[in-house]
C-alpha cells in the first residue's frame, strides 16, 4: 500500500449514484504524507500518523497542493466516485466531481432539487445537490451553475 492524503470537501459531496454522502476522500496529487486537507484551508490541518513522526506545524504549513489535484471515494452503495479540487491562490477553493485537467466550464441550467442541464449537450441530470461544479454524464464537460 502506498501513501496518500486525506480530503474533505465542503460542502460534503454526494454520490451521484444513491445520494448518500461521501467521505474517507483519498488522494496521491499531494505531499502523499498522510496529512488531511480540507478545502479552504491553505495548509494541511492535521497529520494522521503517529505522535513521534508528526511534523512539526511550521512544516506542515509550507506544504501546498498542485492547482489541479485530484481525490476518489468509494460510497456505501460500492460506487466509486471520483471529484477534482481547484487551488486558487494556493488554496483549496473549488471541487467538481469528476475527474478533469484543467478549470474550464460550460454553463449548466439549475432545475432545483439537484437537478441541472448541460449547455453543452442538453443532458439533464441529478447531482444529488445543488453544487456548483458537476460533470456531465452524457458529454463530460464540466458544467458550471452560475451564481445567479
Not at 79 to 85: E, L, R
Not at 95 to 102: K, M, S, Y
Not at 117 to 130: E, I, K, P
Request: proline share 7%; with cysteine; aromatic share 8%.
Amino acid at each position: 500500500m502506498g501513501m496518500f492524503d486525506h480530503y474533505d470537501p465542503r460542502p460534503a459531496l454526494r454520490c451521484p449514484r444513491c445520494g448518500a454522502p461521501l467521505a474517507g476522500w483519498q488522494g496521491k496529487d499531494g505531499p502523499c504524507l498522510l496529512v488531511a486537507w480540507q478545502q479552504g484551508a491553505p495548509a494541511p490541518t492535521d497529520h494522521l500518523v503517529d505522535e513521534e513522526y508528526r511534523l512539526p506545524r511550521h512544516e506542515l504549513d509550507q506544504l501546498r497542493l498542485p492547482r489541479i489535484f485530484g481525490f476518489y471515494a468509494q460510497c456505501q452503495c460500492t460506487t466509486s466516485v471520483a471529484a477534482t479540487g481547484f487551488c486558487h491562490d494556493d488554496t483549496w477553493t473549488e471541487t467538481a466531481l469528476g475527474e478533469f485537467q484543467a478549470r474550464t466550464s460550460v454553463p449548466a441550467t439549475d432545475f432545483g432539487e439537484g437537478m441541472r442541464q448541460c449547455s453543452s449537450c442538453a443532458h439533464v441530470w441529478s447531482t444529488g445537490d445543488a453544487i456548483a461544479l458537476a460533470a456531465c454524464p452524457s458529454c463530460g464537460k464540466l458544467t458550471e451553475l452560475s451564481d445567479e
